[in-house]
């Protein structure tokens, strides 16, 4: 069983940066690959970053520029640094995790964290 925890969402105005961080209770060095998704009212749940086992990343179009997704693997954590923040960045940001098993990569989520951007 794996479990992810987001922290660091809140209230920022537009133009200012947050940083998520996602604690995950195993070593992430055997994850597929993990990243964030994000879930805005009324809409789908789409890519924000990720990031595979060899380092290489891979970021929503909407993103670019802005955002940048990083790991530590001695703490288990994984970070998203997001800078020159908009008001349709606001959503609930969600962690996320895949593992390979037999039958096929799993996903795993975190509870999601808060992130509003005000104008």
């Known amino acids: 069983q794996v479990q992810l925890v987001e922290s660091g969402g809140g209230l920022v105005q537009s133009g200012g940066s947050l940083r998520l961080s996602c604690a995950i209770s195993r070593s992430i060095v055997s994850i597929n690959d993990m990243g964030w998704y994000r879930q805005a009212p009324g809409k789908e749940r789409e890519l924000v970053a990720a990031?595979?086992?060899?380092?290489?990343?891979n970021y929503g179009d909407s993103v670019k520029g802005r955002f940048t997704i990083a790991r530590d693997n001695a703490k288990n954590s994984m970070y998203l640094q997001m800078n020159s923040l908009k008001p349709e960045d606001t959503a609930v940001y969600y962690c996320?995790?895949?593992?390979?098993?037999?039958?096929?990569?799993?996903?795993?989520w975190g509870q999601g964290t808060q992130v509003t951007v005000s104008s």
């Open positions: 996320n995790a895949r593992l390979q098993y037999d039958y096929g990569l799993v996903p795993y």
């Open positions: 990031i595979i086992r060899d380092g290489s990343t």
